[in-house]
């Protein structure tokens, strides 16, 4: 099926959610986004608030709406994927409450947009005796580009036209209460404006990047591993285990909350803390999560596209991607007694705050996860290639990966997901820089204007 598709977004496309709750929360954004325009446009000086509303409505409605080949890529997945590895995983996922009295629960995604969409070798078929050597019959997995194409977003989709409406009605919305403030010496709607611009500069600067990035991703041709040479190369391939093994992770020391065959990773502990605030109409609750621990790390581990294996040196990228999380534990309390007392004694004394939750989230590269990246490639030490036994006749044994040093024009990174599964679900170079640029306009318009 996969050969089927289009993968060329072109000038516009049309994409709508493909999930029931993609589907849910696209219908409530429009709800609020219709509300927002229609008492706008009706009230009129009276509520001019309101089409803020449908600022928000449609901001939502944009985020809501999937990238330009996401939900075509979902179908292929559902279908080209062995069903019960499919249940399997359903039955994997989703909630669990470990402890009801003490709130505790773990979730672990149902959906991971960054997971194979064609079927991929298992660990049973892995050769642990020649790791660099060609997989089956050598011929490349069946994501790789090579086989499947690059996928290319739209230039402009829904994204972009809720994105833009909204951007639209912002600035009408803060326009018309900057211009209903009066009093000569109140400098509120100049602040407004300024504060305006600056957010438009800063998104326009996010999407800059992005867009870069995604260009970068589009325009450089991926190499096969077992023709790699040295020098700068985009490779998509499988994690595998290298010599060195794998790595056992337990989160925040808790040997309740351990995640095994991991090749990267990156945890945060975070705290929901609440603080009493005063306000002109007396007092309020403010709540925010606040990460108050992190780590991350990681292994060398091997990649392999079909065609042969590298090894990859992780902790070199400086650059790293891992997309949504692999695990969530949550709890209303701390792991234990001494840390729950610990930590509302230090957000009291640090914030004047109450911690209410606790969360920990994993995320990371596992064995057997699809990895993309754009590398440096250099040849080995010979000490390493001779502790390994092997006898260099393998170009690809002989050399390895690094992401410590960008070249110009390029930028080294490495990524969970496929090229095809990362690009599948991103946003034209054109959306990603028009809409802030919108609001970059309309501010300077009404700064001219006030």
Not at 26 to 54: C, H, K, P, Y
Not at 316 to 332: N, V
């Amino acid at each position: 099926m996969i050969n089927e598709l289009n993968l060329h977004g072109g000038s516009f496309k049309a994409v709508f959610p493909y999930t029931f709750w993609g589907w849910f929360a696209w219908v409530i954004s429009a709800i609020i986004a219709i509300s927002g325009l229609f008492l706008g446009l009706v009230s009129g000086d009276e509520n001019r608030s309101a089409i803020l509303m449908g600022a928000i409505g449609f901001l939502c409605l944009a985020f809501c709406t999937p990238g330009s080949h996401e939900g075509d890529l979902h179908k292929v997945r559902m279908q080209a994927i062995d069903p019960a590895e499919l249940e399997a995983k359903a039955e994997a996922s989703g909630l669990t409450m470990d402890n009801w009295w003490l709130q505790q629960s773990t979730y672990v995604p149902t959906n991971d947009p960054s997971d194979w969409i064609l079927p991929a070798p298992g660990p049973a078929t892995w050769n642990e005796q020649d790791r660099y050597g060609p997989h089956a019959d050598g011929s490349a997995i069946a994501e790789h580009p090579s086989k499947v194409g690059t996928p290319i977003p739209a230039s402009f989709s829904l994204f972009g036209l809720f994105g833009g409406i909204s951007a639209i009605l912002t600035i009408v919305g803060l326009w018309s209460i900057v211009s209903g403030i009066e009093g000569e010496n109140d400098n509120t709607g100049m602040y407004v404006i300024i504060g305006l611009i600056l957010l438009g500069l800063i998104l326009a600067l996010i999407g800059y990047f992005k867009s870069k990035m995604i260009n970068q991703m589009i325009d450089t041709p991926t190499s096969l591993i077992r023709s790699a040479a040295v020098g700068v190369n985009e490779f998509v391939g499988q994690v595998r285990p290298s010599p060195e093994g794998v790595l056992t992770v337990v989160v925040d020391g808790n040997t309740n909350m351990v995640m095994t065959n991991m090749a990267a990773f990156s945890w945060t502990y975070e705290q929901y803390q609440c603080r009493t605030v005063k306000t002109d109409e007396g007092t309020r609750e403010e709540c925010n999560w606040v990460t108050v621990r992190s780590d991350s790390g990681g292994c060398p581990f091997i990649l392999h596209d079909g065609t042969g294996g590298i090894k990859v040196n992780t902790n070199s990228f400086k650059r790293k991607e891992w997309g949504q999380y692999i695990k969530r534990w949550d709890g209303a309390f701390a792991q234990t007694l001494g840390k729950q007392l610990m930590s509302q004694a230090i957000a009291g004394f640090l914030r004047g705050a109450k911690v209410k939750k606790h969360r920990w989230t994993l995320y990371g590269l596992k064995l057997g996860n699809p990895a993309y990246m754009i590398c440096n490639v250099k040849p080995r030490p010979r000490d390493q290639i001779e502790g390994e036994g092997l006898d260099g006749t393998l170009q690809n044994s002989i050399i390895e990966v690094f992401g410590d040093e960008d070249l110009p024009g390029t930028k080294v990174t490495i990524q969970r997901g496929s090229e095809l599964s990362n690009l599948g679900r991103s946003r034209s170079g054109l959306e990603l820089v028009m809409l802030p640029m919108i609001l970059i306009i309309g501010g300077i318009s009404m700064l001219g204007l006030a």
